[in-house]
Each structure stands twice: as C-alpha cells, then as structure tokens.
C-alpha cells in the first residue's frame, strides 16, 4: 500500500513559476513509475508528466513541453512537478500517480489532488 501525500498548489500569477510534491512516506515508492496527472473542470484527467522509477527517462504531453519538468528524489520517496510560464489553461486539479507490476498484477495508487489557479 502506498499512500501519496500532495500538499502545495494553489493560486498562482499568469507566466509564473509553482512546485508540486508528492510525498509517499514509510514507503517503497522508488520502485514505482510516476507521474503528474491533471484534470480541469468539464474535461477528462490527462498525464502531463512521467518519470521511471529510476528518473532516467521522462514522458511529457505537448502542451507543458519546455515549461513543466518532473522529477524525483527517491531517497526521500517524493516526486515534485517544477512548472512555469503558467497559462490560464494550466488551470486544473493535479494528481500524483504511482504505478507498478509484481507478478502480473498491477498496482496503482493517486494522491488526493491538488487545486492550481492560473489567475491573470
């Protein structure tokens, strides 16, 4: 079981920069691929942002290329979403996503969301 914790979030300024973390405490999150999930109102949840369970290698959808990068620290089981050049559009409710396989079957988890307002 792993439980993900999303503190942060909140009420950010057009074109500026916010962090998010996700925090899976007492766990053994770095054997878990991650990811940044983000679902605005009236629209379906999509991933925005993916890492290995390494961090060797990251995934991310168009819209957030060259403004979002995720990241990991495993020593200390937290993933972090670094973003800026904020849009109105980027407004959304941000899920923190773990995932893995042991023996064919499939474990995943969610955090409970955090809330991002673009403000112009």
């Known amino acids: 079981q792993v439980q993900l914790v999303e503190p942060g979030g909140g009420l950010v300024q057009l074109g500026g920069p916010l962090r998010l973390s996700c925090a899976a405490p007492?766990?053994?999150?770095?054997?878990?691929?991650m990811g940044w999930y983000r679902q605005a109102p009236g629209k379906e949840r999509e991933l925005v942002a993916g890492i290995t369970s390494a961090g060797d290698s990251t995934n991310y959808v168009d819209a957030v290329k060259g403004r979002f990068s995720i990241s990991r620290d495993n020593g200390k089981n937290t993933l972090y979403l670094q973003t800026s050049s904020l849009k109105p559009e980027d407004t959304a409710v941000y899920y923190c996503h773990a995932v893995t396989e042991v023996g064919g079957t499939i474990y995943d988890y969610w955090g409970q969301g955090t809330q991002v307002t673009v403000s112009s």
């Open positions: 007492g766990s053994t999150s770095s054997s878990y691929t």
